[in-house]
C-alpha cells in the first residue's frame, strides 16, 4: 500500500469518530484515492485499520451511503464498495464562500503545502520521487481538463505522501477535496488552457526538482507561492463572480 492510502485507512482522531470516518473516506473518494466501483475492505478489516469499533463503522458507511459515495452488496462477492458522485459545480460551490474565508483557506493551504514540500526534500526516498514524476509526465500528455485537475490534485498528494507525515499527507486530502477543485476552477477562468498548464508544469516542476534537490527552503517557497497564486485568481474569480 503506498503512502498516501496508508494515511486514508490510518487510525482516525478519537473525537467524533463516525464524523471523523465519514470524512476520511469521502475525502479518498473526491480526490480519486478511492476509485469507483473498488471494494473496501471487510467491515472487520477496516474498522481495525481506522481504530474504531465496528459499530462506529458501521454507522460511519451508512452514511456514506446516503451520500451515494457506498453501495453495499450481499451475499457471494459481496461488500462495501465505492460509487463516486457527480461533481456540484464549482461555480456553484465557489459562491458559497466569502472572500475572506477564500484567503484564510488559501494560506491555511499554503502553510500546509509548504511545510508538506519541506520536509519531502528532507525526508524523501528515490522511491518516493518516481510518482512526482510520473505524474508531471502524465499531466504533460493529458488534454482533457478533468484528467489533468485530478492529476494535478494527484501530484500534491504524492508530494504530501513524500513527507513521510501521515498527518500532513490526510490535511493534503482534505485540502484537496475541499479546495482542489476551486483552485483548478481559477487557473481555467483567468488563464486558459495552454497559459494555465504551461504555468503550473513550470510550478510543479520546481517544486519536484527542488525536493529531489533536498533543498526545502526553495521547495517550501515555491509550494507556497504556488498556492498562494491560485488563491488570489481565485479570489478575483470570485468578485468577478458577484458583480
Do not use: C, K
Amino acid at each position: 500500500m503506498n503512502v498516501a492510502r496508508h494515511a486514508v485507512f490510518s487510525p482516525v482522531d478519537s473525537t467524533a469518530r463516525v464524523d471523523a470516518v465519514v470524512r476520511r473516506l469521502a475525502d479518498a473518494i473526491a480526490v480519486g484515492l478511492l476509485a469507483d466501483g473498488e471494494q473496501l475492505p471487510s467491515e472487520a478489516e477496516l474498522a481495525a485499520r481506522l481504530g474504531v469499533s465496528t459499530v462506529t463503522l458501521r454507522e460511519a458507511l451508512m452514511a456514506l451511503r446516503q451520500q451515494g459515495m457506498v453501495e453495499t452488496r450481499r451475499g457471494r462477492g459481496g461488500g462495501s464498495f465505492v460509487r463516486v458522485p457527480s461533481e456540484l459545480d464549482p461555480g456553484v460551490r465557489l459562491l458559497a464562500f466569502a472572500v475572506d474565508e477564500l484567503r484564510d483557506l488559501g494560506d491555511h493551504y499554503a502553510a500546509i503545502a509548504g511545510a508538506a514540500a519541506r520536509l519531502a526534500a528532507q525526508r524523501s526516498l528515490p522511491s518516493d520521487l518516481a510518482p512526482l514524476w510520473r505524474s508531471l509526465d502524465e499531466m504533460a500528455a493529458a488534454s482533457e481538463p478533468g484528467a489533468l485537475r485530478r492529476l494535478d490534485g494527484r501530484f500534491h498528494i504524492e508530494v504530501a505522501a513524500a513527507s513521510q507525515s501521515a498527518r500532513l499527507t490526510q490535511e493534503e486530502i482534505r485540502l484537496q477535496a475541499d479546495i482542489g477543485p476551486l483552485l483548478w476552477l481559477s487557473h481555467e477562468a483567468l488563464g486558459g488552457h495552454d497559459g494555465m498548464t504551461t504555468e503550473m508544469a513550470a510550478q510543479h516542476q520546481a517544486i519536484a526538482g527542488a525536493i529531489q534537490r533536498g533543498d526545502g527552503d526553495q521547495a517550501r517557497a515555491v509550494a507556497e507561492r504556488h498556492v498562494l497564486d491560485a488563491t488570489e485568481h481565485l479570489i478575483e474569480l470570485r468578485l468577478r463572480l458577484q458583480e
